[in-house]
């Protein structure tokens, strides 16, 4: 074959590789629903990251909190920020959501690279006041306890650690957040 042939073929093969991978993290884990009912109105503001599973991406990170706006174009502004004991510093990394299926159910996609999307599903929610609510990302790896305050009620971080974990969630590797 010709050497140009094998660097298109490859070409492709990469492309299409990086497509399965990313209509994968659209997805959600089985047995996770979103909310339906969902009023993003009612949703924007400061949350507070009350417990996690760790990632690269916050790992070592305290005082974690989403704050999320309305962008011009229509979409969900997110500014996710946390302290660095280590570093001694604020990190802050702003990306934008939007809406997978209908904009009444708790499921949106959001993107901190670019065109690169993940799952961003609110499962549970305290639909009376907005007040707490359990989201995961597309697979079982992703998972977050966020409120409005930093503190929660023990009946709240009960039934969310109960829930996950009737999920197949590892909850045996939560974080609580230190506020």
Not at 140 to 160: A, G, P
């Amino acid at each position: 074959m010709e050497l140009t042939m094998i660097k298109r073929i490859t070409k492709i093969g990469f492309i299409g590789t990086v497509l399965l991978m990313l209509s994968g993290c659209l997805g959600m884990p089985k047995g996770v629903e979103p909310v339906s009912g969902f009023e993003l109105n009612r949703y924007l503001g400061k949350w507070y990251e009350v417990a996690r599973l760790n990632h690269s991406f916050e790992e070592g990170l305290s005082k974690v909190s989403a704050e999320y706006s309305i962008n011009e174009d229509g979409s969900v502004k997110v500014i996710n920020r946390g302290y660095s004991k280590e570093e001694k510093e604020w990190n802050e990394a702003e990306g934008k959501a939007k809406f997978i299926d209908e904009e009444d159910q708790g499921y949106l996609k959001v993107s901190f690279f670019g065109p690169f999307y993940g799952s961003y599903v609110v499962f549970e929610l305290d639909k009376e006041n907005y007040q707490y609510a359990f989201v995961s990302g597309p697979d079982l790896d992703y998972l977050w306890l966020l409120s409005r305050t930093k503190e929660v009620d023990q009946e709240v971080i009960e039934r969310f650690v109960s829930t996950a974990q009737s999920l197949g969630f590892k909850t045996n590797e939560l974080i609580f957040v230190e506020q």
